[in-house]
């Protein structure tokens, strides 16, 4: 899966950071959603600048153990399908607070 953004977590459990493509460079950031009621709503809501272009939900790897959160993004340049991605921990770095966001082709 190759990395389309990364992102920087800080404190209150909010990701700042970048999502790339060939043709889309856009700063985004994932913010927990204070108004979650139930299971079937995102853990996350995913924001370019105000406009909001998908949501995300917490997982776990069945063959890990490892925690990461599962994107779905929707945006006019997207086309008409929705993005997928994964967002986890950057593998070999060193921070604890960056995290890398893995295209998860619906395909």
Do not use: C, H
Request: net charge neutral; aromatic share 10%.
């Amino acid at each position: 899966m190759p990395a389309i953004g990364y992102v920087t977590q800080s404190e209150n459990g909010t990701f700042k950071g970048q999502l790339k493509t060939l043709s889309i460079r856009a700063e985004i950031t994932v913010v927990p959603n204070a108004r979650k009621a139930n299971d079937v709503q995102p853990d996350y809501r995913v924001y370019s600048g105000d406009v909001e272009i998908g949501a995300g939900w917490n997982r776990r790897s069945e063959t890990s153990g490892n925690e990461y959160i599962s994107l779905s993004l929707a945006a006019p340049e997207f086309g008409p399908r929705r993005l997928y991605a994964n967002l986890a921990r950057a593998a070999g770095d060193e921070r604890d607070d960056r995290f890398v966001i893995l295209w998860n082709p619906a395909d």
